[in-house]
């Protein structure tokens, strides 16, 4: 009977290719990335070993020379399986298992070791006879089972790692159960083929392309990592405790340079900035982790300090690109791991912080530390943003409603919809905070038409134009009405609903509005749908009576900082103010009412709308409700 060998031996010519392609490019400097590289170097020998087990099963030979390929192809497997599951648990982030339970994770192995060791003296697992010829018995597979227990450990802890993506797990479940399918298939229906280690090749090879490919995590621009090769890194730093510094350079004025410079020329100036960066610090772990920021990882704050001179004294101010002189201002961070922050997502707030554009303008050139105080803001906008995105998810946000009064009709004629949003403490967050966080976000689209949609139900449900209502507020943002399908959409769910657009009186404000044709465009669909659209916190700065004159919009809505300002005499602004838009065609309404005194002043000037807490503060669905009946003695 003969062998096939030759899938083991295209195996490992191909696993002795790939290893030095691998070792020739540039990986992230991490555990992973070494048990990734002896993870194609043991494959490779495995299968050697395989073929020469394969030839001295078949063909007598020394005795002392079966044994030694025999046992050192038993040893190596194991050895396989043990760096296979490290590489696992290490890309789960599980490491910490084994060094907790080191004692029971050598188990296996040395067990497995004394197996084959003992084996030349009491022939436990295999013999040979006088001739030379191989004989295996059945503890022999006993020590591939041993083997499988390793493959199977990451397998087996994944379910209790949640933030890995699912591109990795479904990598560690496809790995051993290929490699226990073809090992099974080998022993039981191919005995005479050789080719498990030929399917492991593949699965390293699917490995490599797509969990190790170096291409994944390198910049084309720079040749410097990515942002999640600098999470990777950092992440592994801070798992085994090991001090380090991270420098953050950040080109403060690159936003500006993107709408002056084509995109040729921007990346232009971040090749420039890669080339000076390895210029002065020469092997260094370099990072791109945004269009405008670069990173560097040092050993220790000491040097941090003085690579940070370094790039003062040598970083231009001025770069000539493709004959072109381009101004830069430079901002440099520092984070000392692990004494500035105790964990990733806190240094990860850390470079978010550096990478943003945040408030505050710091000198240029200098060096600024980012602990907890420094980046304390960021830190609480990351926790809304959270909140935010846990809202959209489960459909969460909370609405409260606050009563418009009509002077002409002596009640309650409208309810503005207002949105509520609450921390893991229970406590309502500033909404104008969340909302401001959601539109940076594109949170803002479907956090907004799920407020809408939550109106049209509380109105439906609660029968509220049966009751004297006569039409729902609900605000716009502008980042809203730039998405192509927000009229669309707010037509479609009204319709659900059974609500005609007339009664929808949506609002948006006057910065929002102000020379942004997307927007006036959408305010127009809507508005010839029936909706009615009214230009709210007018007052604050940006319009006057004149430049509203060509807004698609059917109300204005003072802001309650003219009507404070005017009824302490401070101002007569509203004398004017008043006749003039409604001479434009379009209804007032007033927004702070919280006197008598402010009631009586817009029943002289003949305003229509009033809004305040001198009716209501906003209120919750069932106190709404019942304030509803009261207001408009309504019976039942």
Request: with cysteine; hydrophobic share 45%.
């Amino acid at each position: 009977m003969e062998i096939q060998v030759h899938y083991e031996l295209a195996a490992v010519m191909f696993m002795i290719a790939a290893t030095l392609v691998f070792f020739r490019q540039r990986h992230l400097r991490v555990y992973r990335s070494s048990l990734f590289f002896w993870l194609m170097v043991l494959g490779a020998g495995t299968a050697v070993l395989d073929v020469f087990c394969g030839i001295v099963t078949y063909h007598p030979v020394p005795v002392w020379l079966g044994v030694l390929v025999q046992s050192l192809f038993l040893i190596s497997s194991l050895v396989y399986s043990v760096n296979y599951s490290m590489y696992a648990m290490e890309l789960l982030h599980r490491l910490d298992f084994v060094r907790k339970y080191r004692i029971f994770w050598c188990i296996p192995f040395v067990l497995g070791v004394i197996m084959v060791v003992a084996t030349p003296f009491t022939g436990l697992l295999y013999r040979f006879d006088a001739q030379g010829v191989f004989y295996k018995n059945d503890w022999y597979y006993l020590v591939t089972a041993l083997s499988f227990v390793y493959l199977f450990v990451p397998l087996i802890l994944m379910h209790k790692v949640s933030f890995v993506s699912g591109r990795i797990k479904k990598w560690i479940i496809v790995l051993p159960v290929v490699t226990v399918t073809a090992k099974i298939l080998q022993y039981t229906l191919f005995p005479d083929f050789l080719f498990v280690y030929a399917v492991n090749s593949v699965m390293i090879l699917c490995c490599y392309l797509f969990l190790q490919n170096s291409d994944y995590f390198m910049d084309e621009v720079t040749g410097f990592f990515k942002m999640h090769g600098f999470e990777e890194t950092v992440r592994e730093k801070m798992a085994y405790k090991e001090e380090c510094s991270v420098l953050i350079i950040r080109i403060i004025n690159f936003n500006a340079m993107t709408e002056m410079y084509e995109d040729s020329k921007l990346t232009a100036i971040q090749a420039a900035m890669a080339e000076l960066m390895q210029k002065e610090c020469g092997d260094k772990d370099y990072y791109h982790i945004a269009a405008s920021t670069f990173a560097i990882l040092l050993p220790n704050e000491k040097e941090t300090r003085e690579v940070h001179q370094r790039f003062v004294d040598v970083m231009p101010k001025i770069w000539t690109i493709d004959g072109e002189e381009i101004v830069h201002e430079y901002c440099f961070y520092e984070v000392n791991i692990p004494d500035a922050c105790e964990s990733v997502d806190e240094l990860l707030q850390r470079v978010a912080y550096a990478r943003s554009d945040h408030q505050g303008h710091h000198k240029a050139g200098e060096l600024i530390p980012l602990t907890h105080d420094a980046v304390k803001p960021a830190e609480e906008k990351q926790k809304v943003a959270e909140l935010v995105e846990q809202a959209v998810v489960d459909n969460s946000i909370e609405i409260y409603f606050q009563p418009i009064y009509s002077l002409e009709k002596g009640r309650v004629t409208s309810l503005e919809v207002l949105s509520r949003l609450k921390d893991k403490d229970k406590k309502f967050i500033n909404p104008e905070f969340f909302i401001h966080v959601a539109e940076e976000n594109r949170d803002i689209i479907a956090l907004g038409e799920q407020i809408y949609r939550k109106a049209c139900i509380f109105a439906t449900q609660n029968h509220i134009f049966d009751m004297g209502i006569d039409d729902i507020n609900i605000n716009l943002s502008p980042v809203q009405c730039c998405y192509e399908e927000l009229a669309q959409n707010l037509i479609r769910i009204a319709g659900e609903y059974d609500i005609p657009m007339s009664r929808m009186h949506l609002e948006i404000t006057e910065s929002g509005i102000m020379d942004k044709e997307e927007i006036r465009e959408t305010l127009e669909t809507l508005r010839s749908s029936g909706a009615k659209i009214a230009l709210d916190d007018f007052g604050t700065g940006y319009s006057n009576v004149s430049s509203i004159v060509s807004l698609p919009v059917d109300f204005v809505k003072i802001d309650k900082s003219l009507v404070w300002s005017y009824g302490r005499g401070e101002n007569k602004y509203l004398d004017q103010l008043v006749p003039m838009i409604h001479a434009e065609g379009k209804r007032i309404i007033s927004e702070g009412i919280e006197t008598q005194e402010h009631i009586d002043i817009f029943k002289r000037l003949q305003g229509d709308f009033l809004q305040g807490y001198f009716y209501s503060k906003p209120l919750p669905e069932r106190e709404f409700l019942q304030y509803l009946r009261e207001a408009n003695q309504i019976s039942g």
